[in-house]
């Protein structure tokens, strides 16, 4: 178990089946799992998630409990039902009765033609939340199609404003898609919790593609409102200037003087009262138009001392800067060692501690967290067929049969 209280728990008492595979789905439940939900994480007996064997440690990837799915299934418990097989889906039937939410993120359609889809689910618990997460959304010309993180960070023009202006389009560095696509997952399943008992079901239809769009706002209403055709920028801020990557002495860093006070007190800061009242520099629109000539008059200056140094004086003086870490770097820092960001559990199956990330958040300055670690595959299926009054015989006979 992690450490620190696990009082942050308001969805504490809510159960969710999570019948989701390798990232979106999975880390939306465990979003859910942090806040308390008792979370059932449905897998296909023998193989279970394809995240069991993705990950940067092959003898891991080989044992079924790979870092990919270590990542984001602590606080969950592990159920093997074969979907396939008519006892088994008499099986998930039964969980579904005792369900508030289900989670899939199959393609639109595939839980249909197993015969387990939102309509069978909902004749079966009428007041159950379905959340069906996809790459395109339930409709439109592309939503029988597949998608991967790639494939939407691609389509939503997000690699189209990423990268350097000469260069070609670049995707972000981490499954930004997936990871996007599932927190709009979980909080628009924590919306549907939050209000009164409608007296009828659910159905949230998220689209990872619309998910994206929906986080680009800044951008897509620069485009739609003011005529702005998008473009890659690199590393500079096209809205604000200076703001974005600067050289000191012996690394980049970041600058982001986007108030006009910030920009003179940079100024001052480097040794160049000068630039406040030069012409090109005065106003924020000539900053914008001679970005590149202020950014080599900053540059100069910045030369002489290293970057962290620049970065403790400007910070002090109120103007927001930053070094350019590593993630080792990050996360040895004090201020994410000194937040309880990471947590560490003993997990059957691995021979090392597992450690993960919580929710970026505190609840009354309580960090929310999991408290199990995450589960071999099948690790629960007894103790949870046993909650639904099966007797060890009837699970003995499904397991026989490989309905579970």
């Not at 592309?142 to 189209?160: K, N, T």
């Not at 890659?232 to 690394?251: E, K, L, T, W």
Request: negative net charge; glycine residues 12%.
């Amino acid at each position: 178990m992690a450490g620190g209280r696990s009082d942050v728990a308001p969805l504490k008492g809510i159960r969710v089946l999570d019948l989701t595979n390798v990232l979106a789905g999975p880390f939306c439940c465990h979003q859910l799992a942090h806040m308390g939900a008792d979370v059932i994480k449905v897998e296909m007996p023998g193989t279970g998630d394809l995240a069991r064997q993705l990950g940067g440690d092959h003898d891991l990837n080989a044992s079924g409990m790979g870092v990919s799915f270590l990542a984001q299934n602590s606080g969950k418990r592990s159920v093997t039902v074969n979907l396939k097989h008519p006892e088994g889906k008499a099986v998930l039937m039964r969980l579904v009765a005792t369900a508030d939410v289900l989670v899939e993120n199959f393609r639109p359609g595939v839980m249909d033609r197993l015969g387990v889809g939102a309509e069978q689910f909902l004749q079966e618990n009428p007041e159950l939340i379905f959340c069906a997460i996809s790459g395109f959304g339930a409709d439109g010309p592309l939503a029988g199609f597949p998608a991967y993180d790639q494939i939407v960070q691609g389509m939503s023009g997000v690699m189209s404003v990423t990268g350097e202006p000469e260069g070609a389009p670049m995707r972000v560095g981490y499954p930004v898609a997936d990871t996007v696509g599932g927190l709009t997952a979980a909080f628009a399943i924590a919306a549907a919790l939050a209000r009164p008992k409608p007296g009828r079901g659910t159905v949230i239809d998220v689209s990872m593609l619309e998910s994206m769009l929906s986080t680009m706002g800044w951008v897509v209403s620069n485009h739609l409102i003011a005529g702005w055709e998008p473009h890659r920028a690199g590393n500079d801020n096209i809205a604000a200037s200076p703001s974005g990557v600067f050289r000191a002495r012996d690394a980049g860093f970041n600058i982001a003087a986007n108030k006009q006070e910030q920009f003179e007190a940079l100024a001052r800061i480097v040794g160049r009262p000068d630039l406040i009242d030069d012409p090109r520099f005065a106003a924020r629109k000539g900053r914008i138009e001679n970005r590149a000539a202020l950014a080599a008059e900053l540059e100069t200056a910045l030369a002489s001392r290293d970057a962290a140094n620049w970065v403790d004086e400007l910070m002090a003086a109120g103007v927001p800067a930053g070094q350019i870490l590593t993630l080792p770097e990050v996360l040895s820092h004090p201020q994410i060692e000194g937040r309880n960001l990471v947590a560490g559990f003993e997990t059957p199956g691995v021979d090392r501690t597992v450690r993960i990330v919580r929710p970026g958040f505190r609840m009354d300055g309580v960090r929310p967290e999991t408290q199990t670690a995450p589960p071999e595959l099948g690790a629960d299926t007894d103790a949870v067929l046993g909650e639904l009054g099966l007797s060890a015989e009837e699970i003995a006979a499904l397991r026989e049969k490989g309905a579970i």
